[in-house]
């Protein structure tokens, strides 16, 4: 079992950037493909972005293409979200996620962390 933790989350300026982290522990990072997601006030929880267990490939939700990045490196036992060109309808309580099979897209995800808040001012 892993328990993952984000951090990084705020409030911005719309245009600016931020940058999410999700530490894992309790089992290597390695085993997991991981996932964020967020959940706006009123809304359904939705896929952001994933990455398989080598970080070789990446998927995204097209309103987050060519502005977010996601990454990890295994060793640190750590995903990131680098958000950057941030919209007002970004703002949203940001998830990760583990799962050890695919779909990476799915949100049927096994582990999740607490979230943390990102807003997003205009």
């Known amino acids: 079992q892993v328990q993952l933790a984000e951090s990084g989350g705020g409030l911005v300026q719309a245009g600016g950037s931020l940058r999410l982290s999700c530490a894992a522990s309790?089992?290597?990072?390695?085993?997991?493909?991981m996932g964020w997601f967020r959940q706006a006030p009123g809304k359904e929880r939705e896929f952001v972005a994933g990455?398989?267990?080598?970080?070789?490939?990446?998927y995204y939700t097209d309103s987050v293409k060519g502005r977010f990045t996601i990454s990890r490196n295994n060793a640190k036992n750590t995903v990131w979200l680098q958000m950057d060109s941030l919209k007002p309808e970004d703002t949203a309580v940001y998830y990760c996620?583990?799962?050890?099979?695919?779909?990476?897209?799915?949100?049927?995800?096994?582990?999740w962390g607490q979230g943390t808040q990102v807003t997003v001012a205009s």
């Open positions: 996620a583990a799962k050890t099979k695919r779909p990476v897209q799915s949100g049927s995800y096994d582990y």
């Open positions: 309790g089992r290597t990072l390695s085993s997991y493909i």
């Open positions: 990455i398989t267990w080598s970080g070789i490939e990446t």
